[in-house]
């Protein structure tokens, strides 16, 4: 027998007898979520685990003090009503991602602690760090936030090849303290997560009060192989809210289009730029990349002509009535939710044509969506004039004796929308008229919108409506406010364990949101001073008060939000509006 072919034989049989042990390990391990009343930590395993954390109050860790805290593995906030999915299931999944995260509670304001993570698998155990203790210092005392923002993260898979259960996201910005993490279904359905930004904590230990516009860097773990590493932009207004969210979209398998080299979602002139770059040498090109268009593996002169005649013929394409968004980037599909977006309506005129008069109709689900308003553009050159408007149907004219000389785009109408149902519906466009005159009608090439409603969720209720929630406090809910007001002088903390969230008197608990009934007021008490009080973890008679005019308004239901009062919310009579 060939010699090498007895040597592969020997090798095979070794190999396939050979038990082969991979060695257990922990990596990547953050401190992350630190308030003034506890931590958490997160880190990553090579195998599925379950996490355990010892706490010392000495740097030589002699004296174990982890009785003295509340620890909890895989913390999670609570379920969402539309979904299968519960508290075990995310918690399956993170442990079989290896995500672990466990959280610490009971802790002090600015007192420090040494700690060491576990994690047990089968019959290893691993833990880290190997030979010391890591610290912490947890963060000062709560202070008032003029607005909480919270980032509602939706994960979109078009080809339905990842799941998005029990991934971690890592939300950081470079002057806070730590990160804050969420897993994605915790709260909500599976390919979505929340991140309450709230939770940052400045260098200086105490709350995080951004003003204007941050990058906040999101990292996403367990969907990919590797981390996704996505950055959002978020707005902090200098305005009172009780709360504010920003919905993002994260899309998971995207599909780049041949000739858009730079990857912006079109195919213009800076990617012509770059072939021909790659072309006369001056940059390097890889033949496997978008400018292979041809995909025959070699960038050639062929690649760039596709990509000029491509924009020749955009260029030609000059009569067409189409949606852009609120920054005026053309789009012909929209996910929208609950919150208002700004559609806009926008029309070309051809070369060596004059348009002196249209006549559009718009047509859309009335049951999916809602026109919250319906204005002219900033920039119309000729306003147009809504001439019927009814549910499902929006029809508008416009006129000018003068008339505008094309080649040019004009805005016609721009229209507030909100989901009021979840769904796909088209917002479609007919043309009756467009045109100089009668004999010289241009009609445009209508490009519809898809819009595709998420679910409105989460609503913003006040915190005494709690069972059922429902934008009424009922008499139960109001004695639960009374029963806080009536021990020790109003007091309460945090009880994730009790129907509503809270429990009355001082505790170590405060990792939550205030209670809407206490809230930033001032005080009209005669003969005495006018304060100012902001949220303190106590309901006084003021904020009670409040609560018992809701309950008194003698409508279904009884409030609406209101981010411009006193505590976020209004009372209302008559019909009420069940779109939040």
Known sequence: M?????????????????????????????TTDITPFGFSV????????TPGIAIFSDPQGLTEVTDNFEIIPFPLSGT??????????????????????????GCLPETTCYYKVFAHHENDIASWPENDFHMITTSKENAFIS???????????????????????????????????????????SNEAYINLNHFFNLQGTNWTPQGTKEIQLSIKGIKSEPIDHPVVVDFSNHFFVSSMDSIDIYLSEAHLPGDI??????????????????????????????????????????????????YQSIEKVNDAFWTDEHNTPIAELKINCIDRLIRLNAEIPPEKVLK?????LTYDATKIEIVNVI??????????????????????????????GLATISLIDIEIKGIASGEMPFEITVERFENQ???????????????????????????????????????ELLRVIQIYNYRSGAYHCDENSEDGYRPGVGINYYCRYHTSDYSHKILHPGKTIEYVQPDWIIDIDELLRAIQIYNVQSTPQYDVDLSSEDGFKVIMGKFNDEH
Not at 264 to 280: C, E
Not at 376 to 382: G, W
Request: hydrophobic share 40%; charged share 15%; glycine share 6%.
């Open 2 to 30: 060939n010699t090498l072919y007895q040597l592969i034989i020997i090798a095979f049989v070794v190999f396939s007898s050979t038990t082969v042990h991979c060695e257990f390990l922990i990596t990547d391990v953050q």
């Open 42 to 49: 997160i880190w990553q395993t090579s195998e599925p685990a």
């Open 80 to 105: 969402h009503p539309e979904t299968s999915n519960d508290n075990s299931e995310v918690k399956a999944r993170a442990k079989a991602l290896g995500l672990m995260k466990i959280q610490v509670h």
């Open 147 to 189: 607005h909480s923002k919270q980032l509602f993260i939706n994960f979109i898979d078009e080809t339905n090849t990842f799941n998005t259960l029990g991934a971690l996201i890592i939300a950081s910005y470079s002057n806070t303290l730590c990160p804050v993490t969420a897993y994605a279904g915790d709260g909500t359905q």
């Open 262 to 311: 730079d990857n912006n979602g079109m195919i213009d002139i800076n990617d012509a730029i770059i072939i021909l770059n790659m072309l006369s040498g001056m940059t390097a090109g890889n033949a496997s990349s978008q400018a292979d268009i041809n995909g025959d593996g070699i960038i050639a002169m062929e690649d760039l002509i596709y990509i000029l005649n491509y924009i």
């Open 357 to 361: 008069s249209y006549h559009f109709i």
């Open 376 to 405: 002219p553009s900033p920039d119309a050159v000729f306003p147009s004039e809504i001439i019927n408007q009814v549910k499902g149907e929006l029809t508008l004219m416009g006129s000018s004796p003068v008339g505008i000389t």
């Open 438 to 476: 009668e004999s010289d009608a241009f009609l445009p090439k209508t490009h519809h919108l898809s819009i595709k409603v998420g679910p409105c969720e989460p609503r913003i209720y006040h915190s005494a409506d709690y069972s059922p929630k429902d934008y009424e406090i009922s008499l139960s």
